[in-house]
């Protein structure tokens, strides 16, 4: 049965990423549709709104989501209800996409690239479980004047327990999965949000006798990512502390351009973005590192399509492209976007 896939490319950089990993799923053979929809900057200057009504109902109904990336300086200005980081944050909402996986893995041959020692990075091997849909991001937010008559912002950070414990549950599988070890890191010795995250924890925990649990704070964890990368398997946290921390992950292996993820609901169906931002400053002049998207296109076929084969093979043309010595600029080299594309699939 043809899988339908929604194609938003977005702003920037991400139209140009997304053709590419476009191009490599054409090459898998496999019964897919596409069906583009405008999202962010892009969509707001055609449609005034940065996820129009239309594009969200064709994710509802879409198998899985590949997304590119939003980010346009010409909406700074605007409201923030307008701006276009609010597409994705609106499809993480009305999709019920609260589980991000994003996995950081130092390719062969890439030691260099890293700001880690080559013994240090080469350790890296890790899966950051980031909560996507409360904290300070969904929290109350605004604007006030105080008593003294000064202007103060606001974000309120809080978690229910519920919310909590399913992705809790997500992180533990995603242990069980690989090495049986999970870290949860959290602020608990100043946050009473923290506090309830590691007591749900430690009660999920119970269910999991064969995943070695242990707790981190958020401010040690940052540290510990630069100074023995190794020691981590899985890592959950919240919305807030994986952001940083999985933006921290991409530097340790080399590039933000090589870092895929995934956004799933309960039942695996997902939203799949390179984590690297719309990069304004370099779109439209082919410098772009594909290999974000197109591995996390790898990532939707595991995830969300079923075709596990067909992800391993994709990892492992990007896997060899990296290997042959094929570079784009934020890795110190010269490729355009298209050749690396080029590159992942003569490796095909």
Known sequence: MTKLIALLAGDGIGPE???EARRVLDALGLDLAFEEGLVGGAAYHACGHPLPPETLELARRANAILFGAVGDPSCDALERSLRPEQAILGLRKELALFANLRPAKLFAGLEDASALRPEVARAIDLLIVRELNGDVYFGEKGMRTTDAG??????VMSYDEGEVRRIA?????AARRRRGRLCSVDKANVLETSQLWR??????????ADVELTHMYVDNAAMQLVRAPGQFDVIVTGNLFGDILSDQASMCVGSIGLLPSASLDSAGKGLYEPIHGSAPDIAGQGKANPC????????MLRHSLGEADAADRVEAAVAAALASGRRTADLGGDCSTQAMGDAVLAAL
């Open 199 to 208: 007591d749900v924890v430690i009660e999920v925990a119970a269910d999991y």
């Open 150 to 155: 000064l202007r103060q912002g606001y974000d």
């Open 292 to 299: 974000a998207a197109i591995l996390s296109a790898a990532m």
């Open 169 to 173: 549950v997500a992180g533990f599988e």
């Open 17 to 19: 990423v997304t053709a």
